[in-house]
């Protein structure tokens, strides 16, 4: 099986505690990731052993990816194993305070996966491809996250 690893930060100019309530506040995070629709499935979010399901695609075209919280470390660090058909490997959210160039709170939020690519060989074939395409959404995703923050950070 090919595994693959890719990583997308942000800088975010809102306090760590907005970040995290933000990426993991799981069935919001279709209003800043891009083409995806997430929902708890079990458990309460916040606890190891949640399950959630995310569908990324359009209209009734894409993949359902289910998802198992593993780690749970407020509010820096959130590590998840995929567990469906088609998605499977793990990924981690980490948020790391930072200050912004006048002096306020900011964080660094960092969404990275190993993802153990489907189709076997020809799964590893088309990464190549697939790669900058996914690389491109998570950037124009993380940016809708970073101005979703920085607006809830200003109230």
Request: hydrophobic share 40%; proline share 6%.
């Amino acid at each position: 099986m090919a595994r693959r690893e890719i990583s997308v930060s942000v800088d975010i100019d809102a306090p760590v505690e907005t970040v995290w309530a933000e990426v993991t506040d799981w069935e919001s995070q279709g209003e800043w990731m891009l083409g995806t629709d997430v929902r708890v499935t079990e458990g309460d979010g916040k606890t190891p052993g949640t399950r959630v399901a995310a569908f990324t695609g359009i209209g009734p075209l894409g993949v359902m990816d289910r998802i198992e919280l593993v780690g749970w470390d407020p509010p820096h660090r959130a590590t998840v194993r995929h567990v469906g058909r088609v998605i499977r490997g793990s990924g981690t959210f980490t948020v790391v305070e930072r200050r912004t160039e006048d002096g306020r709170a900011g964080s660094t939020f960092t969404m990275a996966e190993q993802l153990d690519l489907p189709l076997g060989p020809l799964g590893a074939l088309g990464w190549p491809l697939t790669k900058p395409v996914f690389t491109w959404g998570l950037r124009r995703s993380l940016a809708e996250l970073a101005r979703r923050c920085e607006r809830s950070g200003a109230r």
